[in-house]
């Protein structure tokens, strides 16, 4: 048997915890939950001693149970059923479910570093006087042709062009990179000398190409601050540094600032054309970029280029302006998020129409609370839906290649458009499972019918609102598509029913 000061000790204990666990019991009812808890906990103690059983493991058993008395005492101040009930209520609430999305939606935000894609978008292009710049591609009647003649015949062209004061042209494709931290495989770009020159961007750190580098430096690099971030460790002795890109020994010259973003954003490496190789790559990787002159417009710079690609052979030939090619993006997203939301609400009021042939009587007010209450609720499941299309898509790609991969773009769409087909179903689910009134989601769910004669009885599912406002019947098997979910309103002779149930989820 263990020695008598042992258990004066685990008692006195044991009395510290429990009478401390007490002051959060109602005052009135202390005295008797504390002689039921100590009694307990008495002949526990002493029963384990005079047995031989009181070791480190079965007092560490006593010492929780003890510990237990603090959540036991918690449900005394607060009753248990009423918490419960009412804890129950608040999670049917709209007001929670609004919370919870527009919580999620700012979670997703923070952790994304503020949606730096999507800001990008609403940020004025890097670029001086970026209204008169201009893309123009070639869309031939074949999928590659060697890159040398596009640059040589871009330089050719600028040289007859009334509406084009500057042109150059680029060619980007996969690379690989042998850096100290192993080999990483990138994409790397080839422009014209003037290329920056042509957008009128400079240099955070170095210099960006100048004209006739192509000849006197071209193994020359230009590589942008997230490769300078990611792969060099944001060294600020970068230039000079040399590497391998292609099997070919490069040298970096200048590093692009943060706020530099062209349209192809997974290129991480520039630099002048190769003269003495020749290289043959797709349509869609190759272009030009122009500056218009001022008085001269799109459409007729488009037109003289037009021109200029027949006469060399290209075939068809496009231009597009910088702005609008640099939003078009988000344009496409919010198109899709319009459309979703079109979709919920012609969705949403044909089952209300449906609700309607039943005995439901909503006031204009009601009315308005119900569709404000889908309309908010969806539109802040698309935008989450927006961010992490946006977002994640490209932060995946970085963390499992080091780099922007092309399929970054198709990944984010597919993404937001199955995310938003997810979330506008479950909006419309849940929907319909709420209070015409109250917009509490409706509980008490039971199964009502004879399931062996379903084909010469309905059966299906009735949930009931808390308060009594009114039962929805779902069916189990919907006869024809016209058949919808039918919502029956109670009157006051059923407020007696519900009268408890108000008194419980009561604050």
């Known amino acids: 048997m263990q020695s008598n000061p042992q258990i004066r000790s685990l008692i006195w204990q044991s009395t510290f915890l429990l009478r401390t666990a007490s002051l959060l019991v109602p005052k009135q009812r202390r005295a008797s939950w504390y002689q039921e808890w100590h009694a307990e906990v008495w002949h526990w103690l002493h029963f384990l001693a005079e047995s031989g059983r009181l070791n480190q493991q079965t007092t560490l058993e006593l010492v929780r149970h003890c510990w237990g008395a603090f959540p036991d005492a918690l449900w005394h101040r607060f009753d248990r059923k009423k918490t419960m009930a009412l804890f129950e209520q608040r999670l049917r609430s709209a007001r929670f479910c609004m919370g919870t999305i ?295 790609s970085i963390m499992l290649t080091g780099s922007l991969h092309p399929l970054v773009g198709p990944a984010s769409t597919w993404l937001f458009l199955v995310t938003a087909m997810i979330a506008l179903s479950w909006s419309l689910h849940d929907q319909g499972r709420r209070c015409r009134f109250c917009l509490n989601r409706l509980g008490h769910e039971a199964s009502v019918g004879t399931p062996g004669y379903l084909l010469l009885d309905w059966w299906g599912t009735e949930l009931v609102c808390s308060d009594g406002h009114g039962l929805l019947h779902v069916p189990e098997m919907k006869s024809s598509w016209q058949e919808f979910d039918q919502w029956v309103s109670l009157d006051e002779s059923w407020k007696a029913l519900f009268e408890h149930e108000q008194t419980v989820s009561a604050p």
């Open 102 to 396: 527009a919580g999620g939606l700012i979670f997703l935000v923070l952790i994304t570093g503020f949606a730096p894609t999507i800001r990008s978008q609403f940020k004025p292009l890097p670029f001086t006087q970026p209204e008169r710049l201009a893309y123009f591609s070639m869309q031939g009647y074949f999928s590659r042709f060697n890159e040398e003649s596009l640059f040589r015949d871009t330089a050719r062209w600028v040289e007859h062009s009334k509406t084009v004061e500057a042109i150059a042209s680029y060619s980007w494709y996969p690379a690989v990179l042998a850096l100290p931290k192993g080999v990483v495989r990138d994409f790397s770009a080839r422009v014209s000398a003037n290329f920056f020159q042509v957008l009128g961007n400079k240099a955070e750190l170095g210099r960006v190409f100048v004209p006739g580098d192509e000849v006197a430096c071209p193994h020359c690099v230009v590589i942008t601050d997230r490769l300078w971030k990611s792969q060099f460790a944001s060294d600020p002795n970068i230039v000079g540094r040399t590497f391998s890109l292609d099997g070919r020994e490069s040298t970096i010259i200048g590093v692009l600032p943060q706020s530099f973003v062209f349209t192809f954003p997974e290129v991480s490496i520039w630099m002048p054309p190769h003269w003495d190789t020749s290289t043959q790559n797709l349509t869609e990787r190759t272009g030009a970029v122009l500056r218009l002159k001022q008085q001269a417009t799109l459409a007729q710079a488009g037109k003289e280029f037009h021109e200029f690609a027949e006469n060399s052979g290209y075939g068809r030939s496009q231009m597009e302006s910088f702005t609008a090619r640099a939003h078009q993006g988000t344009k496409l997203y919010l198109f899709f998020c319009a459309l979703s939301l079109l979709g919920g609400i012609a969705l949403g009021s044909r089952r209300l129409a449906g609700a309607k042939t039943s005995q439901m009587k909503l006031s204009r007010r009601d009315s308005l609370r119900w569709w404000g209450f889908f309309l908010a609720k969806t539109l802040l499941l698309l935008a989450v839906c927006f961010v992490a299309a946006l977002e994640i898509t490209g932060r995946v």
